[in-house]
Nanobody, 127 residues
Framework: QVQLVESGGGLVQAGGSLRLSCAAS????????MGWFRQAPGKEREFVSA????????NYAESVKGRFTISRDNAKNTVYLQMNSLKPEDTAVYYC????????????????????WGQGTQVTVSS
């Protein structure tokens, strides 16, 4: 079992920044990859970013490349998503997720590939 708790969401103006955090507990944190997804009202949950077990590999959706940065601190059992140059279209509930089944370097992108999910944190970007 893995428990995930997100924090750091909020309301920000377009062009601003936020940093999301996701604290994990349960299984050893360095044994699984982590991902961030988001879901806007009326839309399907979509991939944002992922990071491999050690942090050596990262992956980003095209829509956030160059603006968002994923990182992890295995000593603190926490994964982060630094979001810069935010746009109104980034408004969504953001979820962190744990991938316990991927390979050592994997940064998978599909919702069904992730085993555990946090409760989500709302990010609202005003124009």
């Amino acid at each position: 079992q893995v428990q995930l708790v997100e924090s750091g969401g909020g309301l920000v103006q377009a062009g601003g920044s936020l940093r999301l955090s996701c604290a994990a507990s349960g299984r050893p944190f360095s044994s699984y990859a982590m991902g961030w997804f988001r879901q806007a009202p009326g839309k399907e949950r979509e991939f944002v970013s992922a990071i491999s077990r050690t942090g050596s590999n990262t992956n980003y959706a095209e829509s956030v490349k160059g603006r968002f940065t994923i990182s992890r601190d295995n000593a603190k059992n926490t994964v982060y998503l630094q979001m810069n140059s935010l746009k109104p279209e980034d408004t969504a509930v953001y979820y962190c997720a744990a991938d316990l089944s991927g390979s050592y370097y994997s940064t998978r992108t599909r919702v069904y590939e992730y085993n555990y999910w946090g409760q989500g944190t709302q990010v609202t970007v005003s124009s």
